[in-house]
């Protein structure tokens, strides 16, 4: 069974650095064919993919959110991690860590996500 399971500070001030971690569990996130990705939802907005990290450790980013994201992994841990930087009260979302099936296409399992606040 795959677990995916978000951590991290739930509340960041303005202008700060919002970082948070994804453990998994049951699967290695070195498997082929497999991205890791972090999706967030804004209070009544739709899901938002944030970027992925692949199974060789390369990212890619969302166009919108690029200039200020950054995600890496830690394979000794099984980890990979977000972090975003310079964010406003608009970063405010649920924050989840899914994985992508690159062949089949889609996310087949998710955390359970973690609110993160912007406020000062």
């Known amino acids: 069974q795959v677990q995916l399971q978000e951590s991290g500070p739930g509340l960041v001030k303005p202008s700060q650095t919002l970082s948070l971690t994804c453990t998994v569990s049951?699967?290695?996130?070195?498997?082929?064919?497999?991205?890791w990705s972090w999706i967030r939802q804004s209070p009544g907005k739709g899901l938002e993919w944030v970027g992925a990290?692949?199974?060789?450790?390369?990212?890619v980013y969302s166009p919108s959110l690029k200039s200020r994201t950054s995600i890496s992994r830690d394979t000794s841990k099984n980890q990979f991690a977000l972090q975003l930087m310079s964010v406003t009260p608009e970063d405010t979302a649920v924050y989840y860590c899914?994985?992508?099936?690159?062949?089949?296409?889609?996310?087949?399992?998710w955390g359970q996500g973690t609110q993160v606040t912007v406020s000062s």
């Open positions: 990290i692949s199974y060789v450790g390369s990212s």
């Open positions: 899914a994985r992508d099936r690159v062949v089949a296409g889609g996310y087949d399992y």
């Open positions: 049951g699967a290695s996130i070195t498997s082929n064919y497999y991205y």
